[in-house]
């Protein structure tokens, strides 16, 4: 599924702090989304549990709805892009040169030319020819004739240089050169205010004129070439907003990811079998929010189980393989998910239960944690729309009362936290309940054969000591069925149906009984009407507190069978 850093809930203040940047991206400095103050009053209000600050509103992507800057650093972003594509993209850094081989020759023939000491004549033997060290003359009377020896040497090294086929020009440096230069104009203009700087355009057009004519490189994130895509100022906007629409290090953080892309193998990765079936219950996609953002839930706690914790992270072989899977199903949610569209979804809402999660004793589990994290927050940068822990417990969030003033107002601004009491309503705040798993007060299940989450569920509150009544009418021949919870239960229920006609007779479908907190989750039920009438349901809250009631219900016709 970036952002990241460290996960909250395994790490120390400082730790916790750099894994808020989670779910604002790195190195963001974002808009102000209201005071804090005034975000956690309007929290408690709604009952969605405590936010850090105002709730983040999403920015648009479409190029006609940002700011005069952001589309300037847009365009600058592009420009640079277009030129370093040009150059071939972007490489690797490039090896240590090699030994300059060719300058030890040319020392070689230098040292020859050197005039030698005077010294008494001696008779010297000849080189052997296959060595390539020129001896020094002992004497002046031999001066001739070493010149003579070095200077056919030296021919013969021009006539190696020579027959060395010419080496094509390195893109690397070309590229480095050009990045270079692109980047340090940049930096000069982004100083400036206003529209785009003459003299940025002017210095492009010359390192685009200085450049060795090559085939354009295209380059590819998630699917989308960078340049020449209606989805493609989406995947740029993404990391000028980590980066605080700062286009040079945009650039940079740009540069890195594609570079770790081909490193990593993304490509390949997306096709590899790696084995760990266990893990689908552990990190699992399902549903959307109200604004129709993919939800993908990170259950913690599934790791008390020791099998599977061993399984997965008692040594550095499995955690990597454990990062490998992780970065796997993040790929593949985001090309199933998201759509780059200027208009369409491009990022999730993440949901992370800290019921039952490992201490801070499990050592492993951090530190697969923090590489997987720190992944994220490199490389997917903008992914994350809201962040929703549940099932915090107490200490938790004092603990994060301590760390907000490290927090940017950006990434408070995503923040949710909720107790085990209001995790439903932190819930049901940004996702539909018909969205919502069954085991975190939803309706939302798999296999079911009555119900799928386009049928809407209807929300009531019944209020301390009274009654709610539910009419589910029906016309003609068919069969109702209806699926109803109320939150914390503790309330009574029953079902009749009622014949329209006066001389009809009222038919009891479900007694009344007392349901509590220890008993199924949902209440489901189906009645064949042979008449037209309704079923009533009928809800007694006795208790004290008000309750919130889900309910939803569906009529199949039934054939005449005559």
Not at 296 to 317: A, R, S
Not at 404 to 412: D, E, V
Request: aromatic share 8%; hydrophobic share 35%; glycine share 6%.
């Amino acid at each position: 599924m970036a952002e990241e850093g460290r996960e909250p809930e395994y790490e120390a203040p400082a730790a916790a702090a750099a894994a808020a940047r989670e779910g604002g991206g790195d190195g963001e400095e974002g808009k102000e989304g209201g005071t804090e103050a005034e975000g956690v009053k309007e929290g408690r209000k709604r009952g969605s549990g405590i936010p850090l600050a105002a709730y983040f509103k999403e920015e648009s992507n479409v190029v006609a709805d940002l700011e005069d800057s952001q589309k300037v650093a847009l365009d600058e972003l592009k420009q640079l892009l277009r030129v370093a594509l040009a150059a071939g993209g972007f490489p690797h850094p490039p090896p240590p040169p090699p030994p300059p081989v060719v300058q030890e020759e040319n020392k070689v023939a230098e040292k020859a030319e050197e005039p030698p000491p005077a010294t008494p004549e001696k008779v010297e033997e000849p080189p052997p020819a296959s060595s390539e060290k020129v001896e020094e003359p002992p004497t002046a009377a031999g001066d001739s004739k070493v010149e003579e020896d070095a200077a056919d040497k030296a021919k013969t090294v021009v006539r190696e240089k020579e027959e060395i086929p010419e080496e094509p020009p390195k893109l690397d440096d070309d590229s480095a050169r050009v990045e270079k230069e692109l980047v340090a104009a940049v930096t000069v203009a982004e100083e400036k205010s206003g529209g785009v700087d003459e003299g940025v355009v002017r210095a492009v057009d010359v390192v685009e004129e200085d450049l060795v004519p090559v085939a354009r490189v295209e380059v590819f994130l998630w699917g989308v070439p960078l340049l020449g895509d209606e989805r493609s100022d989406t995947i740029l906007l993404k990391f000028l907003r980590a980066r605080d629409f700062k286009v040079k290090d945009a650039l940079e953080m740009l540069k890195n990811t594609v570079i770790w892309r081909k490193e990593f193998g993304i490509e390949g990765l997306l096709e590899e079998d790696l084995g760990m079936p266990e893990l689908e219950k552990v990190v699992f996609m399902q549903g959307h929010d109200k604004e129709g953002h993919p939800i993908c839930y990170n259950v913690y706690g599934e790791f008390q189980d020791k099998d599977l914790y061993h399984k997965v992270f008692t040594d550095e072989e499995k955690r990597k393989r454990f990062l490998r899977w992780r970065i796997q199903f993040l790929e593949k949610g985001i090309r199933r998910h998201l759509d780059f569209s200027p208009r369409g979804i491009c990022s999730m809402v993440q949901v992370t239960d800290l019921k039952n999660s490992p201490g801070l004793g499990k050592w492993e589990l951090r530190q697969a944690t923090k590489q997987a994290l720190a992944v994220f927050q490199d490389n997917y940068p903008e992914f994350v729309a809201k962040k929703v822990f549940i099932n915090v417990p107490w200490w938790y969030l004092a603990f994060n009362r301590m760390i907000n003033p490290f927090f940017t107002q950006r990434t408070k601004s995503k923040f949710v936290f909720a107790g085990p009491s209001k995790s439903s309503e932190a819930l049901f705040e940004f996702i539909a309940p018909e969205q919502v798993p069954v085991r975190y007060g939803g309706l939302s299940k798999e296999n079911d054969v009555d119900f799928c989450t386009s049928d809407a569920a209807t929300e009531v509150f019944i209020k301390p000591s009274t009654k709610h009544t539910i009419d589910i009418p029906a016309s003609e021949s068919c069969v109702l069925v209806w699926e109803l919870r109320v939150l914390g239960w503790d309330v009574s229920c029953g079902a009749e149906f009622v014949p329209s006609a006066d001389d009809g007779y009222t038919v009891i479908v479900q007694k009344t009984r007392k349901f509590t907190s220890v008993d199924e989750p949902l209440l489901k039920n189906s009645y064949r009407v042979e008449e037209p009438g309704k079923v009533v349901l009928t809800i007694d809250n006795s208790t004290f507190k008000k309750k919130k009631l889900l309910y939803r219900s569906k009529a199949t016709i039934v054939a005449d069978s005559s």
